[in-house]
């Protein structure tokens, strides 16, 4: 069954309280969060958010406006899903901008419902909010269609939330996630290795450290013995009973794959036990030659939006595949997005040999050939994507994605490109608060 089905459609049926003041007679609705909140199309998000749930019993889902307003304010402004909850609370702006009548002294809902509401809705809804943030964008005049069909593509990496892999560190969780598991489970071992394990690898780093790598190798194929021990021990002990097969199976894979794995092997590894879907990708850095997680492309305008430099499209792509074979299926769904035909695409050197159809709408950095002026400007713009990527990191929760398995992975980058681009649009209205502030003093004076 899936997570949509367990449930009956969600309804809004919020209302004032008669014993309490309603929230816009208490806040400031000039301020640009409750602006924001009037311009955003929210039976849009309704109709795309409600599509996960199918009619029939059970109790209803929370208000799609509940759920949305508060996936943007997790993105807009960095926050975990506790401190989400907890702002929430103590924040009336939060409260209006999510639907509230009144202010709310409790959490109508539970901290998992978040999990559970991006875990339904995926990549492909959860890129409304993304779609509607450009359309308010258009509505507000941040951002014109000339700017949607001259695009600049990227990709960066986005990091997961693991440990820097070591062998010596994956066996020893390995070893231990498999000693926890059989005790809960009062699968009797005939013994666990905590104490010789912990030490082997303690001293492979202190070898390694050292240099002494013949000795760091020696600990090192003690842990891998050890662990190889434990998994024969198991298998043993459950053979015969499915159930138990069942509840180890998945460990005892990964547990096998990082006994036989080595550092220099081509092909598919095991970086982190609990994000088995880890990929290392190397994005030639000084600072960071290899960093473990996925690679994601980045689209935006190569012109100069009023507004700022909006995030046109953010997609994870999986497997480490080369750039210039990522571009096709990238533009496609910009366009999808968008609903605007792309007229030229600027990209890197990274990008060379890509397998767009229509090559002429393609243009590379340092490209000579059939370059006029004007697009000579626009190709100067393409360095334009690469402080987005490091605000998209540092400021909408790209920087460590904390979402589990590759669905979280494609959703991370969507929410943060959605966060990213509604903090523009907050940014525009609180400008165009202060402007209209001094136009409107010398009337009141001379009134």
Known sequence: MALGDAMAKPRDDRQKDL?????????????????????????????????????GPGQPGLPTRLVAGLLILKHLHDLSD?????????????????????????????????????????????????????????????????????????????????AHPTDARLCHRALGKLVDLARRHDVKLRQSYARVAKRAAIMVGRYTHAHQFKRARRQLKFLRTRLGRVVRDIRRKIAGDETLKKRFADLLALAVRVQFQDHRQRGLKVYALHAPEVECIGKGKARAPYEFGCKVSIATPATKPKGGQFVLHAQALHGNPYDGHTLRPVIAELEKLTGIETRRIHVDKGYRGHNHTEKFRVWITGQVPRVTQSIRREMKRRAAVEPVIGHLKAEHRMDRNYLKGRNGDRANPVLAAAGYNFSLLLRRLERLLRALIPAAVPRLKSA
């Open 19 to 55: 014993l309490r003041p309603a929230l816009a007679a208490i806040i400031d609705l000039g301020h640009p969060l409750v602006r924001l909140a009037g311009e955003i199309d929210w039976g849009f998000l309704d109709g795309r958010f409600a599509s996960v749930c199918a009619a």
């Open 82 to 162: 506790e401190v989400l909850c907890a702002r929430w609370v103590e924040n009336p702006y939060y409260q209006f901008f999510c639907g509230e009548e009144s202010f709310q002294h409790r959490l109508p809902f539970d901290r998992s419902s978040l999990t559970r509401w991006r875990q339904r809705l995926g990549e492909e809804h959860l890129a409304a909010l993304l779609q509607e943030s450009l359309s308010v964008a258009h509505k507000l005049g941040a951002l014109a269609t000339k700017d949607l069909e001259r695009v600049v593509v990227d990709t960066t990496v986005q990091p997961k939330a693991i």
